[in-house]
């Protein structure tokens, strides 16, 4: 398969938006180091960072560079193990029994919280 440019527009990148405090957007494909852009308004970011996607595209096709395809989710399970000191193991069982939840759950609520994302 010739991996062209249109190859590489109709794969589906991950877009990351975040509002700026002083007002506006700024957009950016992860998987593609340094292609970001920013706008006023939620629709023109749209279309900025297709043109910013497809720009970028093309300089590393333009210079011979590997192009990263899409992450998968199937890449990620969703499990990982953290070592934490006993005083705080059980804080956090504590508080997640206060709250009434797991503790999986209170962790997964807590740190969503904690890196911008709307708890789940």
Known sequence: MNKDLDYYMALPYKVVLVPCDEGGYVAEIPDLKGCITQA???EEIV???DDAKR???LAALEDGKEIPEPGKEDDY???FNVRV???LH???VELASSEGVSLNQFITYTLSRAIG???F
């Open 40 to 42: 006023e308004t939620k």
């Open 47 to 49: 279309g900025m960072i």
């Open 55 to 57: 720009l970028w595209l």
């Open 77 to 79: 399970s969703g499990k």
């Open 85 to 87: 000191p006993k005083t």
């Open 90 to 92: 059980r804080t956090l």
């Open 117 to 119: 994302l709307r708890p």
